[in-house]
């Protein structure tokens, strides 16, 4: 397994499938901003994948050119919305909708004054070979806690397999999506498993994604596996 840090490059979209929202198949997440900045980009080689390509073409007789291997390569990123603070007037409609009690309308309205509850919108991409696979989410945070699942009156989202997601040769199976609750902080972790197969033997890669985000709203991403 290969751990691998926050990552960014151009990505073309081509078509989505099913999605699997919050750890349940469910539609897309349709509110990912078109104004997500690329942050950072990290290229990859994953070598367990190479020995199983290489094996395959032996079974077969064949010696395996780098050309080859180019399918147990690729790039993950990661884009950002600028960060987002709940104001007075939201905190109280949101206090109304939600039938909160005074005390806890009063606490939400008050962290509001204080600039305090703040969330960002984002997305996290692999690109692997024909196998381009991501999530995007929405995490909230507010100085003693960071969360996805509803607090404080508030709700992210985690989005798997998300809207965008495209795969030439590959058959991608996903087996977990979290849905983080208030913590020092929040990690919505992607966890996937990618198939396809070369020279008639199968090639599977078990991927998993980490976006965290702290309680202060600093955010750490990393890859594991191929």
């Not at 997500?36 to 395996?64: H, I, N, P, W």
């Not at 905190?91 to 309308?105: F, H, I, N």
């Not at 397999?161 to 972790?189: F, I, L």
């Amino acid at each position: 397994m290969t751990a691998i840090r926050r990552s960014t490059i151009v990505i073309a979209s081509v078509v989505s499938s099913t999605a699997m929202l919050l750890g349940t198949v469910a539609p897309a997440q349709a509110d990912v901003p078109t104004t997500l900045q690329k942050v950072s980009t990290t290229s990859f080689a994953d070598k367990s994948c190479m020995k199983e390509v290489k094996r395959a073409y032996e079974k077969v007789g064949q010696e395996v050119s780098t050309g080859d291997l180019e399918i147990c390569k690729g790039n993950v990123t990661v884009e950002e919305a600028p960060t987002e603070t709940v104001d007075v007037g939201e905190a109280k409609a949101l206090a109304a909708t939600q039938d909160m009690s005074k005390q806890e309308t009063a606490q939400v309205v008050q962290a509001a004054k204080a600039g305090k509850i703040k969330s960002k919108k984002w997305k996290h991409a692999y690109w692997g070979g024909s196998n381009y696979e991501k999530h995007a989410g929405r995490t909230y945070w507010n100085g003693s806690k960071a969360w996805v699942k509803k607090y404080k009156g508030k709700t992210g989202y985690h989005t798997c397999h998300s809207e965008g997601s495209w795969q030439v040769g590959w058959s991608v199976k996903p087996t977990r999506c979290t849905k983080p609750k208030a913590g020092t902080y929040a990690d919505s972790y992607y966890r996937f498993d990618a198939s396809l197969f070369v020279k008639g033997s199968p090639i599977t890669l078990g991927v998993g994604l980490h976006y965290r985000t702290s309680k202060s709203g600093a955010v750490k991403t990393w890859q594991v596996g191929g």
